[in-house]
């Protein structure tokens, strides 16, 4: 089975920086869009950052200048570099991704458990 796994969450004080991770692991044909999405206590889930394949990233408005998404097409990997980091960034971390499956003709949706980021001094 296909299956996305996030780490690299935890607790960090205002202005500093954190890095998280996601691996997409199983029977994979190929991925589409690997992107991060992020909710917090009350809000709604947001879209922070996404790279279609091939592409270049896209950010949310809130963290342009600040967080650098990468992927890794060969590793079936995306990583979040978050610096400068505001309490505001506190919440649940959220890999997600397009994936065809082997043996599939379409894409389908996977999410990741969630990886909580935590900001206060």
């Known amino acids: 089975q296909v299956q996305l796994v996030e780490s690299g969450g935890g607790l960090v004080q205002p202005g500093g920086s954190l890095r998280l991770s996601c691996v997409a692991s199983?029977?994979?044909?190929?991925?589409?869009?690997m992107d991060w999405f992020r909710q917090a206590p009350g809000k709604e889930r947001e879209l922070v950052a996404e790279?279609?394949?091939?592409?270049?990233?896209n950010y949310a408005d809130s963290v342009k200048g600040r967080f650098t998404a990468s992927r890794d097409n060969a590793e079936h990997t995306v990583s979040l570099q978050m610096n400068g980091l505001k309490p505001e960034d506190t919440a649940v971390y959220y890999c997600?991704?397009?994936?065809?499956?082997?043996?599939?003709?379409?894409?389908?949706?996977?999410w990741g458990k969630g990886t909580l980021v935590t900001v206060s001094s």
């Open positions: 790279i279609l394949s091939g592409g270049m990233p």
């Open positions: 997600h991704a397009r994936i065809r499956p082997r043996y599939y003709t379409n894409y389908l949706n996977y």
């Open positions: 199983g029977s994979i044909q190929s991925i589409n869009t």
